[in-house]
């Protein structure tokens, strides 16, 4: 397995196990074990679990992020960027079957490492950001940091309680709540 490769899977394993049981639920050994290889050889690619929780926590963001496209641009499209990103929600949720990776830390906040808390904030600051962009696209710039958060927080919590009650209905019950 090529150097890269190794370290793909090693950032693909981490954030499944991050997003099925938290940032505690991983070593490095459990990672090798998965991946197949020694645990020195995660340890060649991240120092430190906190490096490696940053590591996953950037590239989830950056694949997350960049999976929307511009508000503008779905506009121009005719998509509705909200419900767009309600699908992406969804999506997750369903094909993944599994809580998104940031709101599992954004709960562990307080006991994460700061380099790791800090790239859960960032994932929460460029989701509210790319929210008031549609927002704005769509012509409603009244209140719409207060929309923004709002949607994000429904839709986070709406997965937290649709995975506590393995009902999707619940998250859509919660997504179909949203309204300008």
């Not at 006991?111 to 904030?121: G, K, N, Y």
Request: with cysteine; glycine share 8%.
């Amino acid at each position: 397995m090529a150097q890269q490769d190794k370290e793909s899977a090693i950032l693909s394993i981490t954030e499944d196990m991050i997003r099925d049981g938290g940032y505690n639920s991983f070593s490095f050994r459990s990672i090798a074990d998965a991946v197949g290889i020694k645990s020195s050889s995660v340890h060649y690619h991240f120092a430190t679990k906190e490096d490696l929780g940053v590591a996953v926590t950037e590239r989830y963001t950056q694949k997350f992020i960049g999976s929307l496209g511009s508000p503008a641009e779905l506009i121009e499209k005719g998509i509705d960027p909200i419900e767009s990103y309600v699908a992406a929600f969804r999506a997750a949720l369903i094909e993944d079957s599994r809580m998104c990776l940031c709101g599992m830390l954004g709960a562990e906040l307080s006991v994460l490492p700061s380099r790791v808390a800090e790239q859960v904030t960032l994932f929460f600051d460029k989701n509210i950001k790319w929210l008031e962009e549609a927002f704005k696209a769509k012509g409603n710039s009244d209140a719409a940091r207060s929309k923004a958060i709002h949607v994000l927080s429904l839709l986070e919590g709406a997965m937290i309680s649709s995975n506590a009650m393995g009902d999707i209905a619940v998250f859509d019950l919660a997504a179909g709540s949203i309204a300008e």
